[in-house]
């Protein structure tokens, strides 16, 4: 069975600054996608950053990127310049097949 | 991109009766829709999977009975709780999943209804 583990229920940041949210998973499978998305306070789901299993190239989206260690089975996701509207839930993801699996999230608070 | 639509965004309603979610893909035919339930500051947990004309798929722990998945078309998944009870009151979002054969392997989310049992 696939599961996603984020150890980091919550995290603050410095406005401007960088922070970096970890994420790992378990799976047999060798081909599937993992992502993150934010939820804001609105609650919509909204898709930050997503990642291929099979490219090495790790992704980036503008202030996001990700660590991408398929080994380790390691999916960090890093933000930069930190934002006031970055304050959320994020979630990590993983999919594998028609089957998604989501992590428990962490609660990021960026601080003026 | 793909748009999924919820309808109410919230609702209260007293013990004892039904409400109905309606989950719809704007802009692009759904096979599949994905129910879930979050309690506040937790992550989404799955409840069912909706499969157009067929029965949907419960998760371990799920009231079949209780909670009635509807998908009669490939825009359209509804879900009904019946005799609702202050247990009940959560927020449930619906999700789409794109196409995996043709390559689209994200997941689309509505925003979510706000389930108040009084």
């Not at chain 1, 996608?33 to 299993?53: C, D, G, H, T």
Request: one cysteine or more; charged letters at 15%; aromatic letters at 14%.
């Amino acid at each position: 069975a696939q599961t996603v583990t984020q150890s980091q229920p919550e995290m603050s940041v410095q406005e401007a600054e960088t922070v970096t949210l970890s994420c790992t998973y378990d799976t047999s499978e060798n081909n599937y996608y993992l992502f993150w998305y934010k939820q804001p306070p609105s609650r919509q789901m909204i898709l930050v950053i997503r990642q291929e299993a099979y490219k090495q190239q790790n992704a980036t989206e503008n202030r996001f990127s990700v660590n991408f260690q398929k080994a380790a089975k390691s999916f960090s996701l890093k933000i930069s310049d930190s934002q006031l509207g970055d304050t959320a839930m994020y979630f990590c993801a993983f999919r594998g097949g028609n089957q998604f699996y989501f992590g428990t999230g962490t609660s990021l608070t960026v601080i003026p | 991109g793909a748009v999924v639509s919820q309808h109410p965004s919230w609702v209260i309603c007293k013990s004892g009766t039904s409400v109905k979610i309606e989950c719809r893909s704007l802009d692009f035919q759904a096979t599949t829709m994905f129910w879930y339930r979050q309690f506040p500051k937790q992550s989404l947990m799955l409840m069912a999977t909706s499969n157009e004309g067929s029965k949907a798929t419960y998760e371990q722990g799920v009231e079949k009975d209780k909670f009635l998945i509807n998908h009669a078309s490939l825009t359209l998944s509804t879900l009904t709780v019946t005799s609702a009870h202050p247990e009940d009151s959560s927020f449930y979002i619906c999700s789409a999943p794109g196409n995996f054969g043709q390559g689209n392997y994200e997941q689309y989310f509505g925003p979510g209804t706000r389930l108040t049992v009084t």
